[in-house]
């Protein structure tokens, strides 16, 4: 569908000769609306365009919803790991992913709206659900809910973003997906502090209010006024809120995230460049594990950055070799994953006749709190006092809609405790864009 914008202009109305007529400025085009309008918008990852889809951007099945103002989209697909360094362990003795064979499963059926028809310009009604399954469901939770259903709109030749409504606040703040990416993200890594912190993260949500402010020279501002994750993580938020829809469970309350960056895109005079750093702080009670009370105050700072060094591709800008780096810290007295350092390289398009493909490299370090594993030593148990991971993984963009994502990722003590062996676990990732 084209919405047609039509201006007119007064002429002065004295008779005129033909050679005296002024010239009139050619018509205006009018102005298209396209499908992406209605693609994933304002967040910090971004999802494959519509004609990226099994189902064509171009089919009758697309264009009929598109006339109405609305695009449909179904994400889904299977993930596996295992460490091929031991035999797996028996099921009640497992403490981390791979340790025995773990398989998940999800699917997310999304319907975004075009708000024109209410003369609303750049603004779209934003809504997800999600089926998560996972063989071992501490790494999970297993749940069937709600995962967005919010207002999007922009401001001011889009120099300010709005969303408001139940949001997974992991894909707008932070920047945790290598290369920017749901479809290409590395595997192997998983930086869990945000989420201590009570940050909301897919497959669950929380009603938030969001804005960000797009500032000179490549600058902004993001803000969020979100509700609190339950402090004892993903299980217990899915036990006390099985749809999701729950607006404020008791006792959770009101987390602050607020992030300034610098973020360039790549040009053909120009690198791409991303610097960031934030601060998320929850008003909810955690319990101190020095004190044995209940206090607010809970908190992450990090600070991240990803620079493009070498271009690969005059004509792509944004295929090159890239390096990134981050940090983040929360209290060891109420978290038990204390400290994250990282490092990365990774490619885009690695290989030039494959646009699409992403190769990276990663290696972490997590801190494990020194107050939470001297209590476990105080308790006759063994443990690790960090976790260094060094994984490879290579995203394939085998056709249409469908990504394949395979590496290996070496884990010096993959648990707090009990201090088992390390790991070397074999990875492998389907995604599959309807």
């Not at 362990?89 to 209410?118: H, K, N, T, W």
């Not at 804005?211 to 004892?232: E, I, M």
């Not at 993580?233 to 602050?256: M, Q, S, Y």
Request: proline share 6%; with cysteine.
């Amino acid at each position: 569908m084209v919405l047609a914008l039509m201006l007119c202009g007064g002429v002065g109305g004295g008779a005129q000769s033909r050679d005296n007529s002024p010239v009139l400025p050619d018509a205006p085009k009018p102005s298209a609306r396209s499908i992406e309008d209605l693609n994933y918008l304002g967040g910090e990852a971004s999802m494959p365009t519509f004609s990226d889809s099994v189902i064509s951007d171009a089919s009758g099945f697309r264009r009929d919803l598109f006339r109405k103002g609305i695009a449909f989209r179904l994400i889904t697909g299977p993930q596996y790991t295992q460490n091929v360094l031991a035999a797996p362990v028996a099921a009640d003795a497992q403490v981390y992913v791979g340790e025995r064979p773990f398989e998940s499963m999800f699917a997310q059926p999304i319907l975004a709206f075009d708000l024109r028809q209410l003369h609303l310009r750049k603004a779209q009604l934003y809504m997800g659900a999600d089926w998560n399954w996972v063989s071992w469901n501490p790494a999970g939770p297993k749940t069937l809910q709600l995962w967005a259903l919010y207002v999007y709109k922009e401001f001011g030749n889009d120099r300010v973003e709005v969303k408001a409504g139940y949001i997974a606040n992991n894909m707008n703040f932070v920047g945790l997906f290598v290369g920017g990416s749901t479809a290409s993200g590395s595997q192997g890594v998983y930086a869990v502090l945000p989420y201590e912190a009570g940050m909301s993260y897919f497959p669950m949500t929380a009603p938030s209010f969001n804005v960000r402010f797009r500032g000179p020279g490549n600058t902004y501002l993001k803000t969020a006024a979100q509700r609190s994750f339950d402090p004892n993580g993903g299980p217990t938020e899915v036990a006390r809120n099985h749809t999701g829809f729950r607006f404020i469970p008791h006792g959770d309350k009101l987390v602050l995230i607020n992030e300034g960056g610098y973020q360039r895109e790549a040009g053909t005079s120009a690198r791409e460049a991303w610097l960031r750093g934030g601060l998320i702080y929850n008003t909810t009670d955690y319990k101190n594990e020095a004190t044995g009370r209940m206090e607010s105050g809970n908190y992450c700072g990090y600070a991240l950055m990803d620079y493009q060094f070498v271009k690969t591709n005059r004509e792509h800008p944004k295929q090159g070799i890239y390096a990134g780096g981050s940090f983040m810290t929360v209290p060891e007295q109420m978290d038990a994953y204390s400290r994250y350092y990282e490092a990365r390289v990774y490619e885009e398009a690695p290989v030039r006749s494959r646009p699409d493909d992403l190769l990276s490299v990663v290696a972490s370090r997590t801190g494990y709190s020194r107050v939470f594993t001297d209590k476990y030593v105080a308790e006759g148990k063994t443990v690790w006092r960090a976790g260094t991971t060094l994984t490879g993984s290579y995203s394939m963009h085998v056709s249409r809609g469908e990504y394949v994502s395979l590496g290996v990722s070496y884990v010096a003590g993959p648990a707090i405790t009990p201090r088992v062996p390390n790991a070397l676990n074999v990875l492998a990732n389907w995604t599959v864009y309807f």
